[in-house]
């Protein structure tokens, strides 16, 4: 090819086939001719010349300088042309459609000589969201005005030109979603045009109120659904007006009655001419009937549909408010009453039993109270009384004994007649609090009171009342507990004992917790001492020992190893005439093998050492191993020790604590060990929690240790997921140790 040969494209375009490119590459050319033009306003004075090709390099427009563009036609370069580089040589256009970067030619850069006088710009544009090659953008001037800001300039605008083309397609498939949308919405969609004739409606409203397409709206009047929002879009169509959130009741064609909010618009085209109507129904009966039960559940109460604590508290709140304002005196009188050991009848008789109890009582007590004051039912068994204008104390005393007399007459459930009594609290208002929460809080503590003087009676609030609480804060702990047991809240958590000879777990200790909504896992010190007062012990103890050997049995068909599991056994549990048979009957249910069951009891339960020796013996024919806890804080004798049936030592964290810090804490656990192994008995030592520890119980051929310097007490699915891994570091901490602080209890 000779460069000084002027050369043309050999291929062109028919007529045709020009309009049939420029008509697919409509959208692409308004596009990028609007974005030409505004190079050509930028550039004003400046003699340019924009050619746009397709992607393979056929000429679709020229746009500019009309001498450049008569120059470049006499060599051929036209619309319709097409630009190679085997025909035309080096080209920006061919060269730009084939990079993908922008491509400059300058002067001696083109292959033709009658282009050196000419400086050309191009960059390749395409649809971003899949990469397709659409064209090129390419500017022509010359030589000497050559500038790279032209390139800067026509990457920008190509940048522009791609992003509006994107931005087009997307809003194309928008619109073919809207389509689909507004059939397939649950919402129902009306669109009228501008004499109210339907020209769009979906499946919703056309089953729901026979609203059918090429129907006028304005006239539909048959159905109430139908003039209602006939009507609204009748305002719409002749008043040009728009609604939002109309909340309408409609009746559907099978005689339902939905809830919807309706929205609605004129619709104006480009020219802000009338055109038609929108509207929309979004049903929202679930939530409007939701919302209703939730406004009558926020003031009342579900089970027995009373007042709730909500509304005796804004109740209480008007009433004072109002006096305070005016200046007026107000006279009121809370009455708190709770019933008594209710929660037995729900133990011994189910809480669906419990509940129509409730329910009777507050039938009762409406049916005494009539319009005369409000009952509230304040949660559980708790209700309170709100007078107003109860005056004169006589009459206070005289309805708070009418009130708890009402529970003189039993209550019948199932054929069943069941005796509940009530113990009571009366406040006085001004005299008893002047403020909402202080007047219920002293008739809550007037409550307790009548509780503490032995229930079934009402107790008139007194000052000495306000910070006598502890009665009040027992029996709430009480109850929690109760409630704890029957809603299984107690979990138990184990803590690993390891075996110095094979330094791997050999037992855990379980350990009591209670899983409080309120607090989180509370500890055993802070509700153990309620559990031993109230009784309540042998029944979690119990239900701890049962939880245990389910567990043991638990793990060995998962394909752990077989572990000692060490169960705390309570003074009150040890002292049961039937102790060994629920154990023997728990081995048997569980099936769990009893030599790997160790019992732990604290010198103090042997005090009655003839006792002792016979449910030892007995509990050692059944297999179980027995283990002495604490040991060393008690007060047994050792001539008797040599007595019991026992397996095991367990040496007290608190000698263990101090051993290498104090003189006589080692004495004491060195003598333990050695009379231990005398007796031909095992040693745990409790709360091991440093290296030092460990190696002096280790010097002293202590058979096993228990502590936080292996491991904290674990849930069940925390034991399982690192009991591996814990053997594993077992073998490391036996000569690495930390210090942590340590736990251990019931």
């Keep these: 090819m000779d460069p000084n040969e002027i050369r043309r494209p050999k291929r062109s375009m028919s007529d045709q086939e020009l309009r049939d490119k420029r008509s697919t590459y409509s959208e692409i050319l308004s596009v990028v001719d609007f974005f030409s033009k505004k190079i050509l306003d930028s550039l004003s004075g400046t003699p340019v010349l924009i050619v746009i090709s397709d992607e393979n390099g056929y000429l679709l427009h020229m746009v500019g300088d009309a001498t450049i563009r008569a120059t470049v036609e006499q060599l051929g370069i036209q619309v319709g042309a097409q630009f190679t580089q085997e025909d035309m040589g080096t080209n920006v256009v061919s060269l730009s459609l084939q990079q993908s970067h922008p491509i400059q030619l300058v002067g001696s850069d083109h292959y033709h000589t009658v282009l050196h006088g000419s400086a050309c710009y191009g960059v390749a544009f395409h649809y971003t969201d899949n990469n397709d090659l659409l064209g090129s953008i390419c500017i022509m001037t010359a030589t000497e005005l050559h500038n790279p800001f032209f ?25 073919m979603l809207n389509q689909i949308m507004i059939n397939k919405n649950r919402n129902g969609i009306i669109i009228t045009n501008a004499e109210g004739t339907i020209t769009s409606v979906n499946d919703f409203v056309v089953d729901s109120f026979r609203i059918l397409k090429d129907t006028n709206i304005v006239e539909r009047s048959t159905q109430q659904s139908g003039c209602l929002v006939s009507c609204h879009m009748s305002q719409v169509i002749t008043d040009k007006v728009s609604f ?56 009342h109460d579900e089970l027995t549909s009373l007042l709730n604590r909500r509304s005796l508290r804004e109740t209480l709140h008007g009433y004072i408010s109002e006096s305070l304002t005016s200046g007026e005196p ?132 007194d000052a000495n009342m306000k910070s006598n609480s502890s009665e009040k804060e027992r029996l709430s702990l009480e109850l929690a507990l109760r409630e704890a047991l029957e809603a299984e809240q107690f979990i138990v958590y184990y803590q690993p004992q390891v075996d110095f000879t094979t330094r791997k777990i050999i037992g855990l200790e379980a350990l009591l917790r209670w899983n409080s909504p309120e607090h989180g896992i509370v500890a055993p010190d802070k509700f153990i001492p309620i559990l031993e007062e109230t009784g309540l012990i042998s029944q979690v103890g119990e239900w701890v020992l049962r ?24 003074s009150k549990q040890f002292m049961n005439d039937n102790l060994v048979e629920v154990i023997s009957n728990t081995l048997k249910e569980t099936g769990m093998d009893p030599n790997y069951l160790e019992l732990e009891i604290t010198e103090t339960m042997t ?65 333990i060990i050695s009379m231990a192994h005398n007796l031909n008995l095992d040693v745990v030592a409790e709360g091991v929690e440093t290296e030092d520890q460990l190696h002096f119980l280790q010097m002293k051929n202590c058979d096993t240790v228990q502590g936080y310097y292996f491991s904290k007490p674990l849930s069940v699915d925390d034991f399982e997921k690192s009991f591996y891994q814990l053997n594993d570091d077992i073998k490391i901490k036996s000569s690495h140790g930390t210090v942590a602080n340590n736990e251990e209890g019931f």
């Design 151 to 175: 390139l800067t300039m026509l990457s920008t605008v190509v940048d522009s030109i791609e992003r509006e083309l994107l931005l087009r397609k997307q809003n194309r498939k928008l619109n």
């Design 244 to 299: 939002d959130n109309v909340q309408m009741i409609l009746s559907t064609v099978d005689d339902r009655e939905v809830v919807c909010l309706f929205d609605a618009q004129p619709l104006y085209d480009e020219t802000n001419n009338f055109i038609g109507a929108y509207s929309q129904l979004r049903d929202i009966t679930e939530r409007y009937l939701s919302e209703e039960r939730n406004n009558y559940l926020a003031y």
């Design 330 to 461: 107000i006279d009121l009188v809370l009455m708190f009453l709770d019933l008594d050991n209710f929660k037995t009848i729900n133990d011994a008789f189910g809480h669906s039993n419990g509940d129509i109890i409730l329910k009777q009582v507050a039938e009762r007590l409406t049916h005494y109270l009539g319009e005369s004051s409000n009952v509230f039912r304040m949660g559980g068994d708790e209700f309170i009384f709100l007078f107003h204008g109860l005056n004169e104390q006589q009459r206070v005393t005289q309805t708070g004994k009418e009130i708890i007399d009402l529970f003189s007459t039993p209550f019948t459930i199932n054929g069943s007649k069941f005796h509940v009594t009530a113990s009571m609290g009366i406040a006085i208002y001004p005299n008893d609090g002047t403020d909402a929460e202080s007047f219920m809080i002293y008739a809550d503590n007037a409550m307790y009171r009548s509780k503490s003087k032995g229930r079934n009676n009402y107790t008139l609030f």
């Design 547 to 570: 939880e245990v050997c389910y567990q043991s049995k638990r793990w060995v068909d998962k394909g752990f190893p077989k572990f000692k599991m060490a169960v705390n056994l309570s």
């Design 607 to 671: 005090m009655d050492v003839e006792r002792a020796i016979t449910v030892l013996g007995q509990l050692n024919t059944l297999g179980v191993r027995i283990s002495i806890d604490d040991f060393g804080t008690g007060y047994s004798s050792l001539n008797y020790l040599k007595k019991f049936p026992i397996h095991t030592l367990k040496i007290d964290k608190s000698f263990v604590r101090d051993i290498m810090l104090d003189q006589n804490d080692l004495n004491i656990v060195s003598t």
